[in-house]
């Protein structure tokens, strides 16, 4: 199992949908998750930070952590073209500060 | 003016040859990161250092060195011994397990 995964897509959604985007971890991985949004040839941008057990909501965005199965998500509210971009998940090591990131996720969002 | 600065934007190598890239900050980050980006990938990590004079490798090192002489400065060295350089560079910082923040990426090609 890969530290941090996180399924390719992409995932295409209409305008005013939900988008769910879904990363797991392995059992290396247990700390501070993060979620990137990267457009193409740019650099990531930080979305949102979870660092304990539930939800955590930030405008249009809320993330979920649940530690027992090991999974991270993050959903996008009324989803919008400009939200079209890469989504990248990203955990610290239990040990030693090695932050480590997903394969990402792409995300169309149609008009 | 806070932030990540790398430097150049664009880099162009020669078979043999060795180049550097550049990575400063301002935020008084004690931890910083090197990623590598291939087209339509996630991010490998490259090399990390949690302080000054110390760093450590982490999944694709070989064919790279780095310093951290400066708490402000993590300078990558991209030497002959790595065979397919061409690719997207992306430089970050962080507090201790904390959010990390991007620069703008260096794109190396090699000609």
């Known amino acids: 199992q890969k530290e941090v995964e996180q399924n390719s897509g992409p995932l295409s959604v209409p305008e005013g949908a939900i988008a769910s985007l879904n990363c797991t971890y392995s059992?290396?991985?247990?700390?501070?998750f993060f979620w990137y949004r990267q457009y193409s040839g740019k650099s990531p941008e930080l979305i949102m930070s979870?660092?304990?057990?539930g939800d955590k909501e930030d405008g249009r965005f809320t993330a979920q952590l649940n530690k027992a199965s090991q999974y991270v998500s993050l959903l996008i509210r009324d989803s919008q073209p400009s939200d079209s971009a890469t989504y990248l998940c990203?955990?610290?090591?239990?040990?030693?500060?090695?932050?480590?990131f997903g394969q990402g996720t792409e995300l169309s969002v149609k008009p | 003016d806070g932030g990540i600065t790398q430097s150049p934007k664009y880099l162009f190598r020669k078979e043999g040859q060795n180049v550097t890239l550049s990575c400063e900050q301002n935020?008084?980050?004690?931890?910083m990161y090197w990623y590598r980006q291939d087209p339509g990938q996630g991010l490998r990590l490259i090399y990390y250092?949690?302080?000054?004079?110390?760093?450590q490798k982490g999944d694709i090192a070989e064919g790279y060195s780095v310093s951290r002489e400066k708490k402000e400065s993590f300078p990558l060295t991209v030497t002959s011994a790595q065979k397919n350089p061409t690719a997207f560079y992306l430089c970050?910082?962080?507090?201790?397990?904390?959010?990390?923040?991007f620069g703008q990426g260096t794109r190396l090609t090699v000609v």
């Open positions: 250092s949690q302080i000054v004079n110390d760093f």
């Open positions: 990203a955990g610290f090591y239990n040990q030693g500060g090695k932050l480590i």
């Open positions: 970050a910082s962080s507090p201790t397990l904390g959010e990390a923040f």
């Open positions: 059992d290396r991985v247990s700390q501070s």
């Open positions: 979870i660092y304990s057990n």
């Open positions: 935020l008084n980050h004690d931890a």
